[in-house]
């Protein structure tokens, strides 16, 4: 009875054990994760050095003290969120006088765009490079429903509803962001960069930017096997679709199943 009482505990203590260190862990990540996560936002851009890097390829336009010349805008006050958003989609600098910027791989390295993003901020305070936090993706319904609608509501005019982009006026275009990073989606609803509007923290809480952001990013990773989605002609008739052919499914199963049995 002993023996048997005490070879019942050893696995129950394992168990245990093992409960008791995942806490522990999980613990210790939540409180070691915010200041990771801060390292890398902030990633201390260095402002000595991105003054250098902007004299060298930014000056000609913005001007040698980043207030603006009759080339480009002012840069003080927009923040080191327009500078990692302009210069890491390849927007910046600009290559041409095409009615707008277009996206082109950068020639910068991260820690050129985080120093060039210091020294700007250091002119004047604007949005900053969004927290880590609100940039996790969310996949539970609710928020991916809740994204869906925000983005219906605010960007679908000029993105399309499924984020493929449109034409607007005077050969400018909203893009299509298939392949933006959270980071800078983030980054475009709070510097409204050209035609697009700002989304600030009062039209859209930093929460519902990342319930649009999960959203977009949910629908860059649905399949459409054999390029076939419908157009993504809307939940009505894609519903209607996908329930006629689920029941013929459906049939086709307990037609298969029945035959087996008999
Ligand atoms: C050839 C000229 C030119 C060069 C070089 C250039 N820019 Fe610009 N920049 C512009 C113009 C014009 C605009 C305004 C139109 C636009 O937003 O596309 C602009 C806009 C911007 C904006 C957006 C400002 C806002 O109000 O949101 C940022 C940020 C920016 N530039 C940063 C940079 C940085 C950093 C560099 C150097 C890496 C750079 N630019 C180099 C011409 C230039
Ligand atoms: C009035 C039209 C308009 C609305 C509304 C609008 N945008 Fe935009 N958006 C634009 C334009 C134009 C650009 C391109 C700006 C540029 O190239 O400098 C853009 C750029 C972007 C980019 C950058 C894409 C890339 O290729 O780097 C993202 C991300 C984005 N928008 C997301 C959104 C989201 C999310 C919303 C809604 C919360 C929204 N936009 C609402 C017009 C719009």
């Given at each position: 009875?002993?023996?048997?009482?005490?070879?019942?505990?050893?696995?129950?203590?394992?168990?245990?054990?093992?409960?008791?260190?995942?806490?522990?862990?999980?613990?210790?990540?939540?409180?070691?994760?915010?200041?990771?996560?801060?390292?890398?936002?902030?990633?201390?851009?260095?402002v000595?050095?991105?003054?250098?890097?902007?004299?060298?390829?930014?000056?000609?336009?913005?001007?040698?003290?980043?207030?603006?010349t009759?080339?480009a805008?002012?840069?003080?006050?927009?923040?080191?969120?327009?500078?990692?958003?302009?210069?890491?989609?390849?927007?910046?600098?600009?290559?041409?006088?095409?009615?707008?910027?277009?996206?082109?791989?950068?020639?910068?390295t991260?820690?050129?765009?985080?120093?060039?993003?210091?020294?700007?901020?250091?002119?004047?305070?604007?949005?900053?490079?969004?927290?880590?936090?609100?940039?996790?993706?969310?996949?539970?319904d609710?928020?991916?429903?809740?994204?869906?609608?925000?983005?219906?509501?605010?960007?679908?005019?000029?993105?399309?509803?499924?984020?493929?982009?449109?034409?607007?006026?005077?050969?400018?275009?909203?893009?299509?962001?298939?392949?933006?990073?959270?980071?800078?989606?983030?980054?475009?609803?709070?510097?409204?960069?050209?035609?697009?509007?700002?989304?600030?923290?009062?039209?859209?809480?930093?929460?519902?930017?990342?319930?649009?952001?999960?959203?977009?990013?949910?629908?860059?990773?649905?399949?459409?096997p054999?390029?076939?989605?419908?157009?993504?002609?809307?939940?009505?008739?894609?519903?209607?679709?996908a329930?006629?052919?689920?029941?013929?499914?459906?049939?086709?199963?307990?037609v298969?199943?029945?035959?087996?049995?008999?």
């Open positions: 009875m002993k023996g048997l009482a005490a070879r019942r505990r050893r696995p129950l203590a394992t168990v245990v054990l093992l409960l008791m260190a995942l806490v522990v862990t999980g613990a210790a990540y939540a409180v070691a994760a915010p200041t990771f996560a801060n390292a890398s936002t902030t990633a201390a851009g260095d000595q050095r991105g003054r250098d890097l902007f004299v060298a390829s930014c000056a000609s336009c913005h001007g040698a003290q980043a207030t603006g009759r080339a805008p002012s840069l003080v006050g927009v923040g080191a969120a327009a500078v990692d958003f302009q210069v890491s989609t390849g927007r910046m600098p600009l290559a041409n006088t095409a009615p707008q910027a277009p996206r082109k791989p950068t020639e910068f991260q820690q050129d765009v985080a120093d060039l993003s210091a020294y700007v901020a250091s002119l004047g305070p604007g949005p900053a490079i969004p927290e880590d936090q609100y940039l996790n993706l969310k996949t539970d609710e928020s991916l429903a809740k994204g869906a609608e925000l983005f219906r509501v605010n960007c679908a005019m000029c993105h399309n509803v499924v984020g493929a982009g449109g034409a607007l006026t005077r050969g400018k275009y909203a893009p299509p962001l298939e392949g933006v990073t959270p980071k800078q989606m983030y980054e475009a609803m709070v510097t409204g960069p050209q035609s697009m509007p700002v989304f600030n923290d009062a039209n859209l809480s930093p929460t519902d930017k990342q319930d649009v952001i999960s959203y977009l990013k949910y629908l860059e990773e649905q399949p459409s054999g390029g076939f989605s419908l157009g993504s002609l809307g939940p009505v008739s894609e519903a209607l679709f329930w006629a052919f689920g029941i013929v499914v459906l049939i086709g199963a307990a298969w199943l029945t035959a087996k049995s008999s």
